[in-house]
């Protein structure tokens, strides 16, 4: 019999995304500009790697913190819709759920960010929510969770006691300071997933080679998403690049979380680090092809099937 899906807990992060698509010009201040398309839907990136990781397969619970209104409600059943257990969920009447704006377009995107619970999960309530069944803890936007960033080092400790492997995205520092308590952090995280702006603020090394051996630390495993040159890492002392998949994106928000959702998937399931990967830039290129961070995220066979169409499996 194949081996049940690892059952894998999610503490973050929870808002709802404005992504308006394909700006005639970017917004400069005393302007207005048009967009192509307006979508109201599913932000955060925990809850887009939890997406990510139910549409492939696995077993997801999440545990977070929204507002007793409209957008959290969205949220929460757009959660359960990938098939998320929500039980975990905080409804606090004192909060208002986050929201991000995304302006995007095929070259680049900016995001303007209203905390409000975003910033209100605490390890307190991660730890109450218990362990206890769950094979894997995953956590992002490290530098936006004001309240659970203090605990993250001693929530990956005690999720490590009960049995569970840990893996961490830092997200950006809004700013800009990369703190140095991410580095002991470290040291309790078995899969770390930042990008390329990311390892760069936080190692202050442009080439992600460099950074990539500056974060070494015996425990950790860093996976860089280097956007179109896809993505890095170390094996050992042997570095290891694989390439961007060739897509016409067109909306890359979401990407990177689906890429840690499907990294995480085969890492779980003890693929070698290459096949990990490659199957990890899958799922990122997939979910760039459809508006919204979740609408285009891969099952299993869709994204084998991509990855033999494209000649990478």
Same mark, same amino acid.
């Given at each position: 019999m194949p081996n049940p899906a690892p059952k894998i807990l999610i503490a973050g992060e929870l808002n709802v995304d404005l992504i308006l698509r394909n700006y005639q010009s970017f917004p400069a201040l005393g302007r207005e500009v048009l967009v192509e398309d307006a979508v109201l839907t599913l932000g955060s =990136?925990?809850?887009l790697c939890a997406s990510g990781l139910a549409r492939l397969g696995n077993a997801v619970a999440f545990v977070g913190k929204v507002g007793v209104d409209s957008w959290g409600e969205l949220c929460k059943q757009s959660l359960q819709g990938f098939g998320v257990d929500t039980s975990r969920i905080i409804s606090d009447s004192a909060l208002k759920t986050g929201i991000t704006v995304s302006i995007t377009s095929t070259r680049d995107r900016a995001?303007?960010?209203f905390l409000g619970s975003i910033a209100a999960l605490s390890a307190e309530d991660v730890l109450e929510s218990g362990f206890q069944g769950f094979d894997h803890l995953h956590i992002s936007s490290f530098f936006l969770q004001h309240h659970l960033r203090p605990g993250?080092?001693?929530? @990956? &400790?005690?999720?490590? /006691?009960? !049995?569970l492997t840990?893996?961490?995205d830092p997200g950006c520092d809004p700013q800009g300071t990369w703190g140095p308590d991410l580095t002991e952090v470290l040291l309790e995280v078995d899969v770390f997933l930042p990008n390329e702006i990311e390892l760069a603020g936080i190692t202050g090394c442009s080439q992600s080679e460099e950074a990539l051996r500056k974060l070494a630390n015996r425990r950790t495993l860093t996976v860089a998403k280097l956007g179109s040159q896809g993505c890095a890492a170390l094996e050992g002392d042997r570095f290891v690049a694989i390439p961007a998949f060739p897509v016409k994106p067109l909306d890359t928000t979401g990407a990177g979380?689906? @890429?840690?959702?499907g990294f995480l998937h =085969?890492?779980?399931r003890g693929k070698?680090?290459?096949?990990?990967?490659? @199957?990890? &830039?899958?799922? +990122?290129?997939?979910?760039?092809?459809? /508006? +919204? +961070?979740? =609408? +285009?995220? =891969?099952?299993?066979?869709?994204?084998?099937?991509?990855?033999?169409?494209? !000649?990478?499996?």
């Open positions: =990136a925990s809850a995001f303007i960010t993250v080092r001693r929530l @990956f &400790a005690a999720a490590h /006691s009960h !049995g840990t893996s961490l979380d689906s @890429f840690n959702a =085969a890492w779980l070698p680090l290459r096949v990990a990967m490659e @199957f990890a &830039a899958a799922c +990122g290129a997939l979910s760039t092809l459809v /508006s +919204g +961070g979740s =609408a +285009g995220q =891969a099952t299993e066979q869709e994204a084998e099937r991509f990855m033999a169409e494209k !000649g990478q499996r």
